[in-house]
Structures are given as structure tokens and as C-alpha cells.
Nanobody, 122 residues
Framework: QVQLVESGGGLVQAGVSLRLSCAAS????????MGWFRQAPGKEREFVAA????????YYTDSVKGRFTISRDNAKNTVYLQMNSLKPEDAAVYYC???????????????WGQGTHVTVSS
């Protein structure tokens, strides 16, 4: 049974940092590309960042480039999203997702976590 469990969300002030974690189990983690998506109230889910399974190539949506960093630790079956200089518009439920090999910006990922809430006050 595949499980993706996000953690690290919370209520923070604008300008500070948070690190989200997503612990995966029940799948050969090193073979899976991992992505982070977010959904704000009343909005569609959107791509945030992704990391490939092989060379660790990373992809970001334009609004988080230079502020967010995705990384993975295959020994711990965990993917991280370091979020710096948070803005109120970053507030959302953040989901991690997994798909075999190739990271994409589209939401055609096979497995999804339950999400972790990030609230940013101005």
C-alpha cells in the first residue's frame, strides 16, 4: 500500500521560511519522480515544484523560483520543499505526489498525499 504523508505546514508570518516534508512508503522511491502541488481556497490545484527520479532535475513554477527549493533523500524515502520568503499568496494546502521516473508540471501523478496546510499572514 502506497502512502505519502506530508508534514511541516503551519501558520507563519510573511517573509519567514517553512520546510515541508513528504515521507513515502510502499513504493520504490528512487524510481519515482516527486512533485509538490498546492490548492488555495476557491482556486484550482496548481503545480509548484518537481524533482526527477534519476538525476534529480528540478522544475518550478515561475512564482516560486528563487524562493522554493525541492530536494529528495532517497535513503529516507522523503522529498522536501524548502520555502523561503513566504508570501500571503503562497497560502494553500500543499500536496506531494509521485509518478514513475519523469517529473512533469501536469497533475498526472499516480499517488497523492493528504496535504498539509500552509497559512501566511501579512
Amino acid at each position: 500500500q502506497v502512502q505519502l504523508v506530508e508534514s511541516g505546514g503551519g501558520l507563519v508570518q510573511a517573509g519567514v521560511s517553512l520546510r515541508l516534508s513528504c515521507a513515502a512508503s510502499g513504493l520504490p522511491f528512487s524510481r519515482f519522480a516527486m512533485g509538490w502541488f498546492r490548492q488555495a481556497p476557491g482556486k484550482e490545484r496548481e503545480f509548484v515544484a518537481a524533482i526527477s527520479s534519476n538525476f534529480g532535475t528540478t522544475y518550478y513554477t515561475d512564482s516560486v523560483k528563487g524562493r522554493f527549493t525541492i530536494s529528495r533523500d532517497n535513503a529516507k524515502n522523503t522529498v522536501y520543499l524548502q520555502m523561503n520568503s513566504l508570501k500571503p499568496e503562497d497560502a494553500a494546502v500543499y500536496y506531494c505526489a509521485a509518478k514513475l521516473y519523469v517529473a512533469t508540471r501536469t497533475d498526472d501523478y499516480t499517488y497523492w498525499g493528504q496535504g498539509t496546510h500552509v497559512t501566511v499572514s501579512s
